[in-house]
C-alpha cells in the first residue's frame, strides 16, 4: 500500500506566476484535501475533492483552484501568485465518509 | 467559533517525563479530534484520535483524554524520548459534510537526553 505522494518537493517562483502542485491519494482512498501550513502554523484548510467536484472550501480566494482525477490524484492551482503564498502545500487522502486523514509530505513553495 | 486553541507554544522536558498538551475549542458540532505529529520537512502524521463518547484512549506512549463538558482535550505522551521531539498539532472536525480538519497552532516539543 503506498501512502500520499506530492510532487514537486520543492518551488521557487516569483509574484504574479502561476503554479500547479500534484498530488496522488493513498491507495484506496477517493478523497482529497488541500492545505496551506505557513511557517509556525497550523495547516489551513483550503478546500476538497470527492468523485471529481469540490465539496468544501476554506476560506481561500478563488486564485485558488483545483482538480481532481479519475484516479483520485488531485492538482491544486494557484494564479497570480503573492509572497504570501509562500508556505508548505500539503495533500491528505481519506477514503469516503471516513473523517481520518492522510498526509503527504507536502510541496514547498516560496514566492519571491 | 471554529478556532482549536492549543498550549503550550513549546516545551522541554527530560527524557522519560510525561509532557502534556492541551487544546480547547468552542465549535459544538465538532465530533472527531485527532493528534497529529510533524517532523521538520515533513508532513503531518496521525498519532491518535478520539471522539466525544468517550473520556480516554490510549494507544502505546500516547493517551488522549477529553473532557467534553470543558471542551477540552490533551494530549499525554509516557516515558518521553529524544525521538520525540516535533511539533504536535491538535485537530477537530465535525459533520459538515465534507471532512475539513481545524488545526491548532502546534506545540514543539523538545525532549532532552
Known amino acids: 500500500e503506498t501512502g500520499v505522494t506530492q510532487s514537486p518537493t520543492h518551488l521557487i517562483k516569483t509574484r504574479g506566476q502561476q503554479v500547479t502542485l500534484r498530488c496522488s491519494s493513498q491507495?484506496?482512498?477517493?478523497?482529497v484535501s488541500w492545505y496551506q501550513q505557513a511557517l509556525g502554523q497550523g495547516p489551513q484548510f483550503i478546500f476538497q475533492?470527492?468523485?471529481?467536484?469540490?465539496?468544501g472550501r476554506g476560506n481561500f480566494p478563488p486564485r485558488f483552484s483545483g482538480l481532481q482525477f479519475p484516479n483520485y490524484s488531485s492538482e491544486l492551482n494557484v494564479n497570480a501568485l503573492e509572497l504570501d503564498d509562500s508556505a508548505l502545500y500539503l495533500c491528505?487522502?481519506?477514503?469516503?465518509?471516513?473523517?481520518?486523514?492522510?498526509f503527504g509530505p507536502g510541496t514547498r513553495l516560496l514566492v519571491l | 467559533q471554529q478556532q482549536v486553541k492549543q498550549s503550550p507554544q513549546s516545551l522541554i522536558v527530560q527524557k522519560g517525563g510525561i509532557p502534556i498538551i492541551n487544546c480547547a475549542y468552542e465549535?459544538?458540532?465538532?465530533?472527531?479530534f485527532p493528534w497529529y505529529q510533524q517532523f521538520p520537512g515533513k508532513g503531518p502524521a496521525l498519532l491518535i484520535a478520539?471522539?466525544?463518547?468517550?473520556s480516554e484512549k490510549k494507544e502505546g506512549r500516547f493517551t488522549i483524554s477529553f473532557n467534553k463538558s470543558a471542551k477540552q482535550f490533551s494530549l499525554h505522551i509516557m516515558d518521553s524520548q529524544p525521538g520525540d521531539s516535533a511539533t504536535y498539532f491538535c485537530?477537530?472536525?465535525?459533520?459538515?459534510?465534507?471532512?475539513?480538519?481545524?488545526f491548532g497552532t502546534g506545540t514543539r516539543l523538545l525532549v532532552s537526553p
Open positions: 465549535n459544538t458540532a465538532f465530533d472527531y
Open positions: 491528505a487522502s481519506s477514503a469516503a465518509g471516513l473523517e481520518t486523514q492522510y
Open positions: 478520539i471522539r466525544p463518547d468517550v
Open positions: 491507495s484506496g482512498h477517493n478523497t
Open positions: 475533492y470527492y468523485r471529481e467536484e469540490e465539496n
Open positions: 485537530a477537530a472536525s465535525g459533520n459538515t459534510g465534507f471532512q475539513k480538519l481545524v
